[in-house]
Every structure is written in structure tokens, then in C-alpha cells.
């Protein structure tokens, strides 16, 4: 283990340190004077996020695997560069499975630590024109995740999805709101991809959802009684946000998942998919950028 102490600013010096997180897979943990990250190499994933005298922000199954080649099951889940299955491929993309290059730690003035990763060349992505994927991890009162794709093919347009599956930590699920997408389109998958449009302001979850929002780059707010906390998602460079929830029976079947989990999370995915799909001309670059805040819920 090697730790980094960053120089100081008003927030207090941020500490690296490069440890075997769980199944002895590489992991990196950065403390900051207001809360606590821990991220995978495998998927450049973020597992944990926890401001002090707050409980986690992101979900994590008490029954995830931690293994080369398997999803971690909770966090936030890089998915690149297909969403969803792909016929003889792996569900969601091959970047949630690699081991991404810590490429630099960067202090930043006020107490901020942030983290740089790349996904490295693979065989998957020679389907796909050139290009490089990047993420910026940044740690202070809030997170920040940023996932910047290059293509650097001269000629060819790059066509993908992307998406930050992220996991929430909620008291109860029965007594949580999630606010931000009354009016707005959707696929319900779990009525055969039927369109569909909100009519909710503000959604309740008491049964399995899976809803793929388009054409939004709305903020949403996960208002939370139990935990008496609201979380806001505030995104840039996405017009998708995915809602999921698998309840009793899809939990009953996810090997990787406890049965009664659905209780205490909630998925608000933001990212770019299905018919909101990125064409990135040669040369060009996207920024999905999505920043995640809690306060108490008043
Ligand atoms: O984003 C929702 C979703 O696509 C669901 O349909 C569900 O399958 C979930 O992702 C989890 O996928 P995973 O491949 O991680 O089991």
C-alpha cells in the first residue's frame, strides 16, 4: 500500500492510497476533509461514496462478486460502449470489465482530489473506430464523474451508447420519491419497450421498473423519508436517464444480488442510449459529466 498526501487547501488535505480491495482486485481510496470514495481499477468502478456523518450515498449487494471478468454488482457501474444486451457480447459493454490505467492524481484547490483513469486498448474495441475513453473521478462534498470519449478516427463517425448505472442507497424504496421526469418520454421495458410518457410528477416505486427516459437533461432528485435525505443528480452531456428497480422476483434470480436489496436502492442512470445514441464525427469528443449532492430532507 502507498498513500499520497496532497498539499492543503481550505478543505483540508486529500489522502490517496492504493490498496487489494475485495477478491484482491486493486482499488484506490481517497479521503478528502468531507467525505470518502473507494474505486476499483476493474471498470474504473466507484463503489463507495460517504460524507461524514452521512450514510452511503451508493448502493453496494452484500452478495458482489468481486472477480476479474465479472460486474461488480452496485456503485456506479461504467457502461460503454453498447447499453443493454448485444447479441454474442457481454450485457452493457466491456469497459465495466477491464482494468483501466490510473493515468493521474490531481489535487485541486480547496481540498478536491481528482482521479483520472483510461480504458486501455482491447480486443473488443477494434469494432470500433479509434478512439479513447477517459473518466474523472472527483472527490469533495460532492462527486463528480466524467466520462470523455475521444474519437480519433479521421474518416469515420464513432456511433455509441453510454451510461453511469448508478446505485443508490435509500432507507426504503416504498417511501422514496424520485422527482425530475413528469412530462417526459419513455420505454417501459418492462411492458415489451412500450412508449410511454410520465405522469408522475414525482415517482414511486412498488413494484419491478425499468424505464428508459429519452430526450431529457433534466436534474432529478431522489427524495428519501427514511433516511430523511434528498439526493440530486445534476447531469451534462446526457439526454437518457435510465430508473431501475428489480423487485422481489428479479432479485430472486440475480445470483449476485440479495433477495430482499431491492429494499434499499434505487438505479437513476444518466448517460446517452437507445434512440438517444451519440455519433461522434472524427476527431470530436463527448463529456458525460454527472454530479451527485446530498442535503437532509427537510
Ligand atoms: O439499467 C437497467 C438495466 O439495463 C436493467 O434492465 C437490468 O438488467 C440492469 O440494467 C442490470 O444489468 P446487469 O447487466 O448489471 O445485471
Known amino acids: ?65 468481486f472477480a476479474e471478468d465479472q460486474p461488480i454488482r452496485g456503485g456506479v457501474p461504467i457502461v460503454f460502449p453498447w447499453f443493454g444486451p448485444r447479441e454474442g457480447m457481454n450485457q452493457h459493454g466491456f469497459a465495466r470489465l477491464k482494468n483501466w490505467e490510473l493515468k493521474e492524481v490531481a489535487p ?3 481540498g478536491s482530489v ?12 477494434s469494432s470500433f473506430p479509434p478512439f479513447t475513453a477517459d473518466y474523472v473521478v472527483t472527490v469533495s462534498e460532492t ?5 470523455i470519449v475521444t474519437n480519433n478516427s479521421t474518416t469515420d463517425e464513432f456511433v ?15 417511501a422514496v420519491s424520485i422527482k425530475g421526469l413528469g412530462g417526459t418520454a419513455y420505454l417501459d421495458k418492462v411492458a415489451n ?6 405522469t408522475d410528477e414525482a415517482i414511486r416505486i412498488a413494484s419491478e421498473v425499468d424505464r428508459i427516459y429519452v430526450n431529457t437533461s433534466a436534474p432529478v432528485e431522489i427524495l428519501d423519508a427514511k433516511l430523511a435525505r434528498k ?35 434505487v438505479c437513476v442512470e444518466s448517460g446517452n442510449v437507445g434512440s438517444n445514441q451519440l455519433r461522434l464525427p472524427p476527431g470530436q469528443s463527448s463529456r458525460l459529466t454527472v454530479e451527485l449532492s446530498s442535503s437532509p430532507l427537510r
Not at 455509441?160 to 416504498?174: A, I, P, Q, S
Not at 432479485?251 to 444480488?257: E, G, I, K, V
Request: with cysteine.
Open 1 to 65: 500500500m502507498s498513500t499520497t498526501e496532497q498539499p492543503s487547501g481550505t478543505g483540508g488535505p486529500g489522502r490517496v492510497a492504493f490498496l487489494d480491495g475485495r477478491g484482491e482486485l486493486p482499488m484506490l481510496e481517497v479521503a478528502t476533509a468531507w467525505s470518502t470514495v473507494e474505486i476499483y481499477l476493474q471498470g474504473a468502478h466507484v463503489t463507495h461514496f460517504r460524507k461524514k456523518n452521512e450514510p452511503p450515498l451508493l448502493f453496494l449487494s452484500q452478495c458482489s462478486r
Open 108 to 110: 485541486a484547490p480547496g
Open 114 to 125: 481528482s482521479v483520472r483513469f483510461r480504458l486501455p486498448d482491447c480486443p473488443e474495441a
Open 143 to 147: 462527486l463528480k464523474l466524467e466520462l
Open 160 to 174: 455509441f451508447e453510454d451510461c453511469l448505472h448508478t446505485y443508490f442507497e435509500v432507507g426504503d424504496v416504498r
Open 193 to 198: 419497450f412500450a412508449q410511454k410518457t410520465e
Open 231 to 265: 439526493i440530486l443528480i445534476q447531469k451534462q452531456a446526457s439526454l437518457s436517464t435510465v430508473v431501475w428497480n428489480p423487485w422481489i422476483a428479479k432479485a430472486q434470480q440475480m445470483p449476485d444480488f440479495g433477495n430482499e436489496e431491492y429494499e434499499r436502492m
